[in-house]
Every structure is written in structure tokens, then in C-alpha cells.
């Protein structure tokens, strides 16, 4: 029901910056929470910051204070701004959404979850 393409990766120095897109096309107006996750070499995939509904954002330990999420209101772009990077936020890094179920005409969508394809971060030292 929701789309997404995630933009932005690529190789970028420790201490640099590098800013990640993801566009939602679709059903966006069901959207409900939008979240950046990210998966290390050989790591299990974790959170590293959403945004709810209410636009009350949250972040991982490990990035607050270096990392912004932010979306805009229409929730067809999130955005996440990766500042003062180093050599652990390597990753994929994935746009990831939630809704809730919605009718159109006269089929009912339930609730769904999305996920981008994922965009590669390498930093370097």
C-alpha cells in the first residue's frame, strides 16, 4: 500500500555528514509511524530513530545527538541527517513505515508495514 525508496548512502569520511532520503508514494495519508532502521556487518537489524504520528521523535542511544530524523507533513519524504559519523554507523540502512487499515471504494486495506530496499553507509577512517 506504501512504497518507499531510500536515497542518499555512500562513503563519506569518519567525522563527515551524509544525509539519507526516503520518499513514500502510495497510501501515505494511513501512514502512521516512519522509522529509519539500520543493519551492521553481521549485526541484527536495529532502530536508529522514528517518528510517530504526532511528530514526537526517538532516537538509539548510540545516535542521539548526532542523528535528526525529520518528515514532512504530507509524510511523502523522511529524512535522516547523520552528522559526526564514524566508523560503527556503517550499515544498511532502511526506511521502514507503519499504517493503519483504510477502504478504498469498496476494498478494506488492513494495517500494513512497509520497507525500503535499503541504502548502503560506509564510513572510513
Known amino acids: 500500500q506504501v512504497q518507499l525508496v531510500e536515497s542518499g548512502g555512500g562513503l563519506v569520511q569518519a567525522g563527515g555528514s551524509l544525509g539519507l532520503s526516503c520518499a513514500a508514494s502510495?497510501?501515505?495519508?494511513?501512514?502512521?509511524?516512519m522509522t529509519w532502521y539500520r543493519q551492521r556487518p553481521e549485526k541484527q537489524r536495529e532502530l536508529v530513530a522514528t517518528?510517530?504520528?504526532?511528530?514526537?521523535?526517538k532516537y538509539a542511544d548510540s545516535v542521539q545527538g548526532r542523528f535528526t530524523i525529520s518528515r514532512d507533513a504530507a509524510k511523502t519524504t523522511l529524512t535522516l541527517q547523520m552528522d559526526d559519523l564514524n566508523i560503527e554507523d556503517t550499515a544498511v540502512y532502511f526506511c521502514h513505515v507503519e499504517g493503519l487499515g483504510y477502504w478504498n471504494r469498496t476494498r478494506y486495506y488492513p494495517d500494513f508495514t512497509s520497507w525500503g530496499q535499503g541504502t548502503q553507509v560506509t564510513v572510513f577512517p
Open positions: 502510495g497510501a501515505t495519508f494511513s501512514i502512521t509511524d
Open positions: 517518528v510517530n504520528i504526532r511528530g514526537e521523535v
